[in-house]
């Protein structure tokens, strides 16, 4: 390994990595990250549950039931600290172009439809007051770049600047809500517990963290009094800690002025936040995906569901594992876990059958004593996102999984032909269960696959440098829970990557 500079110790010190870190860092730069070894995509009857009406009965009345349970603490994990920039690209473009006329289609959809924005009235007293003159009137004159400067930079709404969730998505008439606001509403409908406490944490940047803090300030009593619930709303940032090393192509630690460079680590940096949480049951979905009212009902039910499916999964793994704290169990037992373990886990070892009893007891405990976490799955539409597979592990075991293309090797025709053939994707719609049968809380951080992360390029200041990404939150570093796939209809997924999203019926 490059030999650390005395300053590059103290800066290692200051984000609290540790050398042992920055070579473990150095060693995956070096011989990049093996491709997971898939045994076929997870699809329905194989992998994937589908629920039927009577069993969706069965899982709400399942869910409500145990959060009208005394002193049960249930907490909404909302990702949050993405900017709000990327939305904007195409009027980006069209602000630095030459041309003072929208070209790309997406830009000139952007100005026919604009009225039906949720922003549009804010961005109007904008352009009122920064160029004296309406949105309609500056379109008539052909001053499209004032309206998407009063959008976009500090003089106006700054949305450029702003964080996703705290941009106006959704009109009603007596409010406009922010994805913040309606993850407040989800919360309530959902997640409130006997007491109707509803507890929200958002990962956010630290330079928006005031603002968020505000917005809630300006909110909570409103909407406490609408749902009849009391919000208790916390936020964490993405610790330094999580930061990755940058190097350059010949992987020697890249540096700026003398100054090793350090790049975030990805959404898999936030499993440390989501291990600060002293909570029973973690629902985590991401700050884009939203609805208005009139869509929530689809979502709120599954949301049930797929709760009162890690329920249902929670209380038979606590109980066999309580059975076999005993000294005594017949074969008929085991065997009986065995087959749990198979075909609601979906955890199959090829050589299981054949364990003696002490063994097989042994790889039970094992299996059984995890984190438990229901992803819900959609139909794959061409949206891009993870997706679910079968894949063998270390141990030997093959378990479900949900993997980014790039774990997957795309030159095996074998591989790529699996990938093809997948039929889902997860919207990151999920629900855990983190303590174990005692009421101990799991250590997260031990079930994570370090060998999962991945290295993409990218360049600074004209320079190319290589950034690694730790494990994603729910690929690699879920990648030792107990994972149980169900399907969830294509309405409940309803991100907003861009603006021009928000113009979709499910946002309007």
């Known amino acids: 390994m490059e030999v650390l500079l005395p300053s590059d110790e103290l800066?290692?010190?200051?984000?609290?990595?540790?050398?042992?870190?920055?070579?473990?860092?150095?060693?995956?730069?070096?011989?990049?990250?093996?491709?997971?070894?898939i045994v076929a995509p997870a699809v329905i009857g194989k992998g994937i549950t589908v629920v039927d009406n009577e069993?969706?009965?069965?899982?709400?009345?399942?869910?409500?039931?145990?959060?009208?349970?005394?002193?049960?603490n249930i907490v909404k994990f909302v990702p949050a600290s993405g900017a709000a920039s990327r939305m904007f690209k195409d009027l980006y473009e069209f602000?630095?172009?030459?041309?003072?006329?929208?070209?790309?289609?997406?830009?000139?959809?952007?100005?026919?439809?604009?009225?039906?924005?949720?922003?549009?009235?804010?961005?109007?007293?904008a352009c009122l007051k920064n160029e004296r003159a309406t949105i309609a009137e500056l379109i008539k004159n052909n001053k499209?770049?004032?309206?998407?400067?009063?959008?976009?930079?500090?003089?106006?709404?700054?949305?450029?600047?702003?964080?996703?969730?705290?941009?106006?998505?959704?009109?009603?008439?007596?409010?406009?809500?922010?994805?913040?606001?309606?993850?407040?509403?989800?919360?309530?409908?959902y997640a409130a517990n006997a007491a109707n406490d509803v507890n929200i944490h958002f990962t956010v940047s630290h330079q928006h963290k005031a603002l968020f803090e505000k917005h809630i300030r300006e909110t909570l009593e409103k909407y406490q009094q609408k749902f009849n619930v009391r919000y208790h709303v916390s936020f964490s940032e993405q610790k330094s800690s999580t930061d990755t090393l940058a190097v350059?192509?010949?992987?020697?630690?890249?540096?700026?002025?003398?100054?090793?460079?350090?790049?975030?680590?990805?959404?898999?940096?936030l499993l440390e936040n989501l291990n600060d949480l002293f909570a029973d049951i973690i629902f985590i979905k991401n700050i884009d995906n939203v609805v208005p009212d009139s869509f929530k009902e689809i979502t709120v039910k599954y949301k049930k569901i797929i709760a009162g499916v890690l329920i249902d999964v929670q209380q038979k793994c606590f109980d066999y594992l309580?059975?076999?704290?005993?000294?005594?169990?017949?074969?008929?037992?085991?065997k009986e876990m065995l087959r749990f373990t198979e075909s609601t886990l979906c955890i199959y070892h090829p050589e299981a059958n054949s364990f003696d009893a002490d063994t097989l007891k042994k790889y039970l405990i094992r299996k059984l004593n995890r984190p438990i976490r229901v992803c819900g799955m959609?139909?794959?539409?061409?949206?891009?996102?993870?997706g679910p597979f079968l894949t063998i592990n270390n141990d030997g075991t093959v378990s479900p999984q949900i993997l980014e293309s790039s774990q997957i090797n795309l030159n095996n025709q074998e591989d790529k032909q699996k990938m093809e053939n997948s039929t889902h994707f997860n919207p990151v719609d999920l629900v855990c269960s983190v303590k174990n049968y005692k009421g101990e809380k799991f250590d997260l951080m031990q079930y994570v696959d370090k060998k999962t992360g991945f290295i993409s390029i990218k360049s600074k200041n004209g320079k190319e440098l290589k950034a690694l990404e730790l494990p994603?939150?729910?690929?690699?570093?879920?990648?030792?829970?107990?994972?149980?796939?169900?399907?969830?209809?294509?309405?409940?997924f309803n991100p907003v990557k861009t603006v021009n999203d928000l113009l979709r019926p499910q946002h309007q």
């Open 322 to 334: 309580k059975e076999l704290e005993t000294n005594y169990l017949t074969e008929d037992r085991l």
């Open 95 to 125: 602000l630095e172009s030459d041309s003072e006329a929208p070209q790309k289609s997406s830009v000139k959809e952007f100005f026919s439809q604009i009225e039906k924005f949720a922003f549009y009235e804010e961005l109007n007293k």
């Open 55 to 72: 069993k969706g009965n069965f899982y709400i009345n399942k869910w409500e039931s145990y959060r009208q349970k005394e002193g049960v």
């Open 378 to 386: 959609v139909k794959n539409t061409g949206e891009p996102g993870g």
């Open 472 to 492: 994603g939150l729910w690929n690699g570093s879920m990648s030792d829970w107990n994972t149980v796939f169900v399907e969830v209809p294509i309405e409940t």
């Open 144 to 189: 499209l770049k004032a309206v998407v400067e009063n959008l976009l930079l500090e003089k106006g709404l700054n949305y450029g600047f702003l964080p996703k969730g705290l941009l106006l998505f959704h009109s009603y008439p007596d409010e406009k809500r922010t994805p913040v606001q309606e993850h407040l509403v989800e919360g309530a409908l």
């Open 11 to 37: 800066i290692l010190q200051e984000k609290g990595i540790s050398k042992e870190q920055i070579e473990e860092q150095l060693h995956f730069f070096e011989t990049g990250f093996p491709f997971l070894k």
């Open 248 to 269: 350059d192509m010949n992987n020697r630690p890249f540096r700026e002025n003398g100054k090793l460079v350090f790049r975030p680590g990805g959404h898999g940096a």
